[in-house]
C-alpha cells in the first residue's frame, strides 16, 4: 500500500475529522467535534499557517499529517512543525509513517523551508521511526508549552 500523499482541501473534513478523533482518543487528549473543526477547518481553506494531508488512497485514507509553520531565527527562516500524525492501527507497521514523512520532507525542501521539527515521547515506538529518518534530540532543549 502507498503512503501517497493528498494535500486536504474543506472537502476533506469528512474524511478527516474522524482519524483525528481516533488519534485524539488514543493519545487521551480531550476532542470534541467543534474543536477539531475550529482546528481543521482554517487549514482546510488555505490559511498560510499550516496544511493537512491524507495519507494513502485519497478516497480511502489510511492516515493524515498536519503540518504547522512558523519562522525561526535559529534556523534562518520558514520552519516547519510537525503537529500530528496518525496511522489507521490495522496497518501500522509497514513502513507508511516513514514513506509519508519523507513525502513531506521531499515536498518542503524547494519551498524554502529551513528545518522541520517534531515532537515526540521519550523512548516511545515513534522515536526510533524519527530518528531513522534522521530527526536528532536537542537534549539542551525542550518543547514547553502555556494553553490561554
Known amino acids: ?56 488512497p485519497e478516497r480511502a485514507p489510511v492516515g493524515y499529517l498536519a503540518v504547522t509553520f512558523s519562522w525561526s531565527l535559529e534556523f534562518g527562516g520558514m520552519e516547519a512543525l510537525l503537529d500530528e500524525i496518525w496511522i489507521r492501527p490495522a496497518v501500522r507497521g509497514r513502513g507508511m509513517a516513514a514513506e509519508a514523512l519523507e513525502a513531506l520532507i521531499r515536498a518542503l525542501k524547494p519551498t524554502g523551508m529551513t528545518a522541520i521539527s517534531l515532537e515526540v515521547e521519550r523512548a516511545g515506538p515513534s522515536d526510533r521511526l524519527y530518528r531513522r529518518l534522521g530527526f536528532e534530540s536537542r537534549e539542551r532543549y525542550m518543547l514547553m508549552s502555556r494553553r490561554f
Open 1 to 56: 500500500m502507498s503512503a501517497k500523499l493528498h494535500l486536504c482541501g474543506a472537502d476533506a473534513l469528512g474524511r478527516l475529522d474522524p482519524m483525528v478523533a481516533a488519534f485524539h482518543a488514543e493519545i487521551g487528549m480531550a476532542s470534541d467535534a467543534e474543536h477539531r473543526r475550529a482546528a481543521l477547518l482554517p487549514l482546510l481553506e488555505g490559511s498560510p499557517y499550516g496544511a493537512l494531508y491524507l495519507i494513502g
